[in-house]
C-alpha cells in the first residue's frame, strides 16, 4: 500500500496531476451542472481501480488515508482541471461517520459497498419546515420491537434519484430541546413506503429531489450512534469539508468565462468592463489568500473555528457578482436558454442560473452571517 | 522559504508586535493623540526618536548599514500596529527615506535618520493621486506629512534613467502648509539647492515606494481593525428597546459583512508582505500583490470606519467620540502612496492572467 503522506507535498500534487491529465474523460470536465451517476460513473471506476475512492478515510478501511493537507492538495487538483463532483456523500459524509461513531458491523456491510460503488448515498436532512432552521425537523421515526417506523418528508435531497440509500437525521423524541431528540437513521430506499420525486430546478434540472416517507419500515441496527445523538454526531462531522464550500475555484472558473464573454461581445478592452473586470479579479485574488490562511489552518493540522463562514460567505457573492456581470454584458444573448453558438463557454444565464443556490445551500449567507456575529464576534442574544 | 526562515520569520513579526505595544499602545493613547491634532508638528519628536532606538525607522535598512535588516513581514506587523495607535508618527514616510538614503550610500543623513534624531521626509510627488516620480527639478513637491517636523527632504531629480538625490535642509526652504483631517499637515515644498547624496535607477525608487505603499495598506488595517474592535465593544454595550443593539440582526448582519472585509484585507497585506519577503518571487507578481492590497486597504478601511460611525449613531458624529479618530485617519491615508483605482490598474498590468 502506498504511504502517500511520506510523499513530499510536491510529488504527490504531481502524482495526482499526472492521474488526472492522463485519465480523466475530457467531456467531463466543468459539466454546466453536478452530474449523475449514470453520466459520471466512468471516472468512478477509474478512481475505483486506482483506489482513490475515499481519500480521507484510514488505510485498512479501503481509503487512501491521507492527512488533511495531502487532501487538499488532490481537491485543489482536481478542481484545477475541472473534475466534476460525483454523487459523493458516502464517501465524504456517511463513511466519516461510520468509522467514527458506528459499530462494526455497519462498517463491515457498508463500507465496501461504498468503495465499490454498489451503493449510492444520498443525505436526507432538510424538509419543508426546517431549512435554515434544521433542528426543527418532523420526520419521525418511532419504534416498534425490532423496527422504527418512520414517517415524513425530506426535501433538496441532491440526486436522490441516484440514490439506494438514504442517511436521515429523524426525530425520536419530542419532548425536550429540538436539538436533542434527533437520532442519525440509514434507510435502504427500495423500502416499500419510499418515494422519490425530483424537484425541477431554476436551471432546469433534476439534481434535488424530495423524498416521502410512508410507514417505513427499517431495521433496529441501521440507526448510528445511540438515539437521540444524531444532531451531535451531524454536527461533528462538519468538519474540515467547510472549507470547501469557500474554494474559489467557481469563482475562477466564472472570470475566465466573463473574460471568454467580453472578448465575444467586444467590450473587453471598454475602460469600463475593464474597471470592474479589475475589481473582480482582485476580489478573487484576495479571496483566494484568505482561502490559503485556512489551508495553513488545516496544514498545521488544527481544527477550523467558526470563521470558515467568511470564505463560504465571500465566494458566494463573488460568483454571483461575476455572472451577474455576464449577464450585462451578454446583451439578449443572456436571455437565450442555450449557450451562445454551441459553445459551453459562452452561456452568461445558464451561469448566472448556476450562481444563485450558491447564497442558499450550505448555509444561506444570512445564516453565516449569523454564525459569524456570534460565534467569531461574540455579538449578544 | 524554509520552515526555519519561515519560522524565523514568525518570530520577528511577533517581537515586533510586541515592543509595538509598548510605545503605541493599541487603542492608542488618545489623550497623545487629541494633545498634538492640529499643533505643529503633528506628532511628538521625542516618539520619534523612540522609535529610532527602537529600530523601526531602520527596520527594513541591511544591519550593516546600521538597520535592523527585517523583512516586510515584520514591517507591515509594525505599521498596522502603529495605525491601530493612530500614532501621528510618520513611520512608513521615514522608512522610505532611509531606505532610499541606504540605497544611495548616503550614511550621514542615514545614520540620524535611523536614530530618530532627524526627520527626513521623500519629496517625491508632483500630482495629487499620482504614484510615479517625474523627478522635475522646479515642480512643487506635494503632500509632505508633518513637514514642519522635517529636519531636510530628499528630493529626487530625473536623470537620464535613474535619479540623482538631493538632500534640502528644512531650513530656509519655501514650505507652505495646509492641515489635514486626521490633524496633522500637508507640506508643499518648492525645492532650491541642497545637496546631492547619490543616484539611484527608477526600479529601485519604484520598489521604495511600492514598500511604502504596502506599509501604508497595513497602517489602513490597522485602524480599521482597531475601529472595528471599538465598535463591536459599542454593539455590546448600548442599550435599546431594552437589549443591547448588537443582539439586533441587521446590525449583527453589517458587522459580519465589515468582519470580511477586514479578512480579506489582512489577508491581502499579509501574502503581499510574504512574497516581498521571498527573494525568488518575480518582481511582476510582487507589484500585482502589493497593488491589490494597498487598493483593498484603502476601500475597506473606508467602508469599516464609515460604517463604525453610523454604527455608533449620534455620539458617533461627535468629535469627542474617539471612533471619529478613525475615520479622519482613514481619509488621509487612504490615497496617499496611490489610490485604490490607482493601484486597480497597476494590478491589472502587472498580473497576467492565469487561465481557468
Not at chain 1, 256 to 279: C, H, I, N, W
Not at chain 1, 318 to 342: C, S, V
Not at chain 2, 85 to 108: C, D, I, K, M, Y
Request: aromatic letters at 8%; proline letters at 5%.
Amino acid at each position: 500500500m502506498t504511504d502517500y503522506n511520506a510523499m513530499t507535498d510536491e510529488d504527490f500534487r504531481a502524482e495526482v496531476r499526472r492521474f488526472v491529465e492522463s485519465e480523466y474523460p475530457a467531456h467531463l470536465r466543468n459539466p454546466p451542472h453536478r452530474l449523475h451517476w449514470q453520466e459520471g460513473e466512468e471516472w468512478f471506476r477509474i478512481v475505483q481501480k486506482k483506489g482513490w475512492v475515499a481519500p480521507g478515510w484510514p488505510q485498512e478501511l479501503g481509503g487512501m488515508g491521507l492527512d488533511a493537507s495531502k487532501q487538499i492538495i488532490l481537491i485543489e487538483e482536481y478542481e484545477r482541471y475541472g473534475v466534476a463532483r460525483l454523487p459523493d456523500h458516502g464517501v465524504i459524509m456517511l463513511g466519516p461517520l461510520l468509522i467514527r461513531f458506528g459499530t462494526e458491523a455497519q462498517r463491515a456491510r457498508f463500507l465496501p459497498r461504498i468503495l465499490a460503488g454498489e451503493d449510492i448515498w444520498c443525505q436526507g436532512y432538510s424538509e419543508p419546515g426546517a431549512g435554515s432552521d434544521l433542528a426543527s425537523l418532523r420526520t419521525e421515526a418511532v419504534l416498534e420491537g425490532d423496527h422504527y417506523v418512520v414517517n415524513g418528508q425530506k426535501i433538496w435531497t441532491t440526486l436522490a434519484t441516484d440514490a439506494n440509500w438514504i442517511f436521515c437525521l429523524v426525530r425520536t423524541d419530542k419532548s425536550g430541546k429540538k436539538q436533542e431528540g434527533i437520532s442519525f437513521l440509514l434507510i435502504d430506499m427500495k423500502s416499500p413506503g419510499v418515494t422519490v420525486r425530483p424537484i425541477i430546478n431554476l436551471g432546469l434540472h433534476d439534481e434535488f429531489c424530495e423524498v416521502f416517507f410512508d410507514n417505513v419500515q427499517v431495521p433496529r441496527e441501521n440507526l448510528v450512534g445511540e438515539p437521540n445523538k444524531g444532531w451531535s454526531m451531524a454536527k461533528a462531522l462538519l468538519g474540515f469539508e467547510r472549507i470547501f464550500l469557500g474554494s474559489p475555484r467557481q469563482s475562477a472558473y466564472a472570470l475566465s468565462r466573463l473574460r471568454m464573454l467580453a472578448e465575444r461581445m467586444g467590450v473587453y478592452d471598454e475602460p469600463e468592463f475593464q474597471e470592474r473586470y479589475t475589481k473582480l479579479r482582485c476580489d478573487l485574488e484576495d479571496h483566494k489568500a484568505l482561502y490559503e490562511t485556512f489551508v495553513a489552518v488545516l496544514r498545521r493540522g488544527e481544527p477550523l473555528g467558526a470563521d470558515v463562514s467568511m470564505l463560504k460567505l465571500h465566494q458566494s457573492d463573488l460568483f454571483q457578482r461575476i455572472t451577474e456581470l455576464m449577464l450585462e454584458i451578454g446583451g439578449e444573448n443572456a436571455g437565450l436558454l442555450k449557450p451562445m453558438e454551441g459553445n459551453r463557454d459562452l452561456h452568461p444565464s445558464g451561469q448566472f442560473i448556476e450562481a444563485r443556490p450558491t447564497t442558499i445551500y450550505g448555509g444561506s449567507s444570512e445564516i453565516q452571517r449569523g454564525i459569524l456575529a456570534k460565534a467569531v464576534l461574540e455579538l449578544p442574544g | 522559504m524554509s520552515a526555519m526562515l519561515e519560522d524565523e520569520r514568525d518570530d520577528a513579526i511577533r517581537m515586533i508586535r510586541d515592543s509595538a505595544a509598548g510605545i503605541a499602545p493599541r487603542g492608542g493613547d488618545r489623550k497623545r493623540i487629541r494633545a498634538l491634532r492640529f499643533q505643529s508638528p503633528g506628532f511628538d519628536p521625542a516618539v520619534w526618536r523612540q522609535m529610532g532606538e527602537q529600530g523601526w525607522i531602520g527596520l527594513r535598512v541591511p544591519e550593516e548599514q546600521g538597520g535592523a535588516g527585517l523583512g516586510m513581514g515584520a514591517f507591515c506587523a509594525l505599521a498596522e500596529e502603529l495605525g491601530a495607535a493612530l500614532a501621528p508618527e510618520p513611520l512608513v514616510h521615514g522608512a522610505l527615506s532611509a531606505r532610499l538614503l541606504a540605497e544611495a550610500g548616503a550614511t550621514g543623513p542615514l545614520e540620524r535618520l535611523v536614530a530618530g534624531e532627524a526627520l527626513v521626509l521623500t519629496a517625491w510627488q508632483e500630482r495629487a493621486g499620482s504614484f510615479d516620480v517625474p523627478g522635475t527639478p522646479e515642480a512643487p513637491r506635494l503632500f509632505l506629512p508633518m513637514a514642519d517636523g522635517a529636519q531636510s527632504f530628499l528630493v529626487p531629480l530625473r536623470q537620464g534613467e535613474g535619479f540623482s538625490l538631493i538632500l534640502q535642509p528644512a531650513e530656509g526652504a519655501d514650505l507652505t502648509l495646509e492641515p489635514t483631517q486626521d490633524g496633522g499637515s500637508f507640506g508643499t515644498l518648492r525645492p532650491r539647492g541642497g545637496e546631492t547624496v547619490g543616484t539611484l535607477s527608477a526600479a529601485q525608487m519604484e520598489a521604495a515606494l511600492e514598500e511604502a505603499a504596502l506599509g501604508t495598506a497595513a497602517l489602513l488595517l490597522g485602524v480599521m481593525d482597531q475601529a472595528f474592535a471599538m465598535t463591536l465593544d459599542y454593539l455590546r454595550t448600548r442599550q435599546q428597546f431594552g437589549k443591547p443593539i448588537g443582539s439586533f440582526q441587521a446590525l449583527q448582519h453589517r458587522a459580519a459583512d465589515l468582519k470580511v472585509q477586514i479578512a480579506l484585507g489582512r489577508a491581502s497585506v499579509e501574502s503581499a508582505a510574504m512574497l516581498c519577503d521571498r527573494a525568488d518571487a518575480p518582481a511582476a507578481q510582487r507589484r500585482a500583490a502589493i497593488a491589490r492590497a494597498k487598493a483593498r486597504a484603502a476601500d475597506a478601511a473606508l467602508l469599516v470606519t464609515r460604517q463604525a460611525i453610523q454604527l455608533h449613531g449620534g455620539i458617533g458624529y461627535t468629535d469627542e467620540a474617539d471612533i471619529g479618530l478613525y475615520l479622519r485617519r482613514a481619509m488621509v491615508l487612504a490615497n496617499q502612496f496611490g489610490t485604490a483605482a490607482l493601484h486597480r490598474r497597476r494590478f491589472a498590468a502587472a498580473q497576467p492572467e492565469v487561465e481557468a
